[in-house]
């Protein structure tokens, strides 16, 4: 990611975290909800965006992009039981 603020629980570009949750090396339960151009996203039960972005309103989304600052390793990302439902 271009800038460490844009952590676990945050929208590159779009909407940063603070506090920065301690999510990792265990697994974390993500709601992520685009309906128009409102985005939120719960981690672990906890809000940590909501945000008007009309920028992304439609299209394709990703759930990771990239490693890192010049395509850095990162570390190994895993994903189960992902679930995507019309609005």
Do not use: C
């Amino acid at each position: 990611r271009p800038d460490p603020s844009y952590g676990t629980g945050g929208i590159v570009n779009v909407a940063k975290v603070s506090p920065m949750p301690k999510a990792g090396g265990k697994w974390n339960t993500y709601e992520i909800t685009a309906k128009g151009s409102q985005l939120t996203v719960v981690l672990n039960g906890t809000q940590t965006v909501s945000v008007q972005d009309g920028q992304h309103a439609q299209g394709p989304f990703a759930l990771q992009f990239g490693n890192g600052p010049n395509d850095a390793s990162g570390g190994v990302i895993k994903w189960r039981k992902v679930q995507i439902k019309p609005l």
